[in-house]
């Protein structure tokens, strides 16, 4: 069935240091992917979204790219901030499911100032 | 009001009583959800409406009831609670139930089964 997968948190870094944060995903169908974050005591919110083969996400500093080949959507920032942390969720939407969404279980990053 | 609201923000309730958890959307969406959070598993999908007046399980349905009279509102029901219904529970919408299905989050519900 569907899965995603995405990298054991928490993961700690320095105010500007570079976040990766690995995705990967199986699907039936052609699936979108988005990246959903979550503050504390908040609902989640996408943060952003691909719809197909090598498209490229982006919202506040933050991109993935939509990886076919290595069924791929890792997160990226080039200089976090402390406002960063939060829960990530990498999630899928599968046509060839009905199109239900399905999250991975999130990775809760701690920037330290 | 603008988004999703879900009332009460949190609970504490004795196993056996039944409980209602509000939800209630001002988009006009036509798809509505309800997930539970719980530690090291992610958010799991209870049950969905993709428009008013039907209603579909998700992973994990027992337990829980649902009912979509209009667009706006989707309770969640917990007929007589359990001590493993003890979770944060999330409501969603989006305009479809078809991809891209990007959905809106309420802000959640803690709810605390004794």
């Known amino acids: 069935g569907d899965s995603v997968t995405q990298m054991e948190g928490p993961v700690t870094l320095s105010e500007e240091a570079f976040l990766t944060i690995n995705c990967t995903y199986t699907?039936?169908?052609?699936?979108?992917l988005f990246w959903y974050v979550q503050y504390p005591g908040e609902g989640l919110q996408l943060l952003l979204k691909?719809?197909?083969?090598?498209d490229k996400g982006s919202n506040k500093g933050f991109e993935a790219t939509y990886r076919k080949e290595t069924t791929s959507f890792h997160l990226e920032k080039g200089s976090v901030q402390v406002s960063d942390s939060a829960v990530y969720f990498c999630?899928?939407?599968?046509?060839?499911?009905?199109?239900?969404?399905?999250f991975g279980k999130g990775t809760r990053l701690h920037i330290l100032p | 009001i603008a988004g999703i609201t879900q009332a009460p923000t949190s609970q504490i309730l004795a196993a056996g009583r039944r409980m209602t958890l509000r939800c209630t959307q001002d988009m006009r969406h036509n798809a509505m959800y309800w997930y539970r959070q719980d530690l090291g598993l992610g958010l799991r999908l209870i049950h969905y409406s993709n428009t008013a007046g039907t209603t579909g399980k998700g992973e994990v349905p027992d337990g829980y009831s649902v009912s979509r009279a209009n667009t706006d509102d989707f309770p969640l029901t917990l007929a007589s609670a359990v001590p493993s219904q003890t979770s944060v529970y999330f409501c969603a919408s989006s305009a479809s139930d078809r991809a891209p299905n990007e959905q809106f989050f309420g802000p959640g519900t803690r709810l605390t089964v004794l």
């Open positions: 999630a899928l939407s599968d046509p060839g499911r009905d199109d239900k969404i399905i």
């Open positions: 699907a039936t169908g052609y699936p979108s």
């Open positions: 691909a719809t197909k083969a090598d």
